[in-house]
């Protein structure tokens, strides 16, 4: 069994065959969470949980990239972000007992407006505050996203949620990082960029990370691992991912796949 913890078959790039990669996600063994990044996506990704009576959850939250307006270019994806603040009446409608987590939350600083930068700061940390308010009111483990802003992500935790549970989403920084997270009780969830990365960092990472505390995930549409490099990620894939952590850990993929399916089980509260 493998579980992709992070993925998004809620997003327009599945419109037409959410469904199908859902279904060839779970005939081969694969379980999901599809995390929402604004109000729509997190309505969706609960709807699509309620389908499956099994092996498909969802997140909810809002993604920092949506708290003011911006253009955003992304692999597979290019759109005008809108500007939205967590309301937390809605989202507690969305609460269902398969969606499994709050987030996508967190920091970006990667494309932050020279115009009005500290004000989009201001509006993401907002957001990421009432984010860590409702995990913790509604005791579900926080999905964090972090880019660029590993030093303000680590303070905001540590002074405000510094029980857990929750997991830095694709994971691209050093083992120093990563033990900061670690040592607050987070789980570290790795992609396809492990799969690409020629730095050697996250090869480092993976060697000293404790098999209980790892979970894998694709971010699909996004980071596709190969040999489908260039293509639409799916859940699927995430075994390229266990794959290459199963080669690094000197371990089978057997036993990657099962200890980061049950690491995931156990952050998420799934019962198998």
């Known amino acids: 069994m493998f579980f992709d913890t992070h993925t998004h078959v809620n ?16 005939e081969n ?4 969470v599809n995390v929402g990044t604004q109000y729509d996506t997190s309505k969706e990704s609960a709807s699509i949980a309620l389908k499956y009576p099994q092996g498909v959850f969802a997140a909810i939250g809002l993604h920092p990239i949506h708290t003011y307006q911006q253009m955003v270019d992304e692999e597979e994806s290019h759109f005008k972000s809108r500007e939205e ?3 937390e009446i809605k989202y507690a409608e969305l609460l269902n007992d398969k969606v499994v987590a709050i987030g ?10 020279e115009s009005n930068k500290d004000s989009a700061i201001e509006k993401q940390q907002q957001a990421f505050f ?3 308010r409702f ?9 964090i996203h972090c880019r660029d802003a590993y030093e303000d992500v680590l303070k905001i935790l540590k002074s405000e949620y510094s029980d857990g549970p929750g997991v830095i989403h694709s994971f691209t920084d050093n083992w120093e990082t990563a033990k900061k997270f670690l040592d607050i009780g987070f789980y570290v969830a ?14 480092e990472v993976i060697e000293k990370m404790p098999s209980d505390r790892m979970l894998v995930e694709t ?3 996004y980071l596709t691992p190969p040999p489908f490099r260039g293509k639409r990620n799916e859940p699927m894939y995430v075994r390229y991912v266990v794959d290459k952590i199963a080669e690094i850990k000197k371990a089978s993929s057997e036993e990657i796949a099962e200890l980061t399916f049950r690491n995931a089980c156990s952050l998420f509260n799934i019962k198998v």
Not at 29 to 32: E, K, L, P, R, V
């Open 11 to 26: 997003f327009t790039a599945f419109k037409d065959d959410a469904d199908p990669v859902t279904k060839r996600a779970l």
């Open 29 to 32: 063994q694969t379980w999901m």
């Open 85 to 87: 603040s967590f309301d």
């Open 104 to 113: 996508e939350s967190g920091l970006d600083y990667f494309r932050l407006p």
């Open 130 to 132: 009432a984010q860590l």
């Open 135 to 143: 995990a913790k009111k509604y005791k579900r483990p926080i999905i």
């Open 190 to 203: 790795f992609n396809g960029i492990l799969t690409f990365d020629k730095t050697g960092k996250l090869a």
């Open 219 to 221: 971010d699909a549409p």
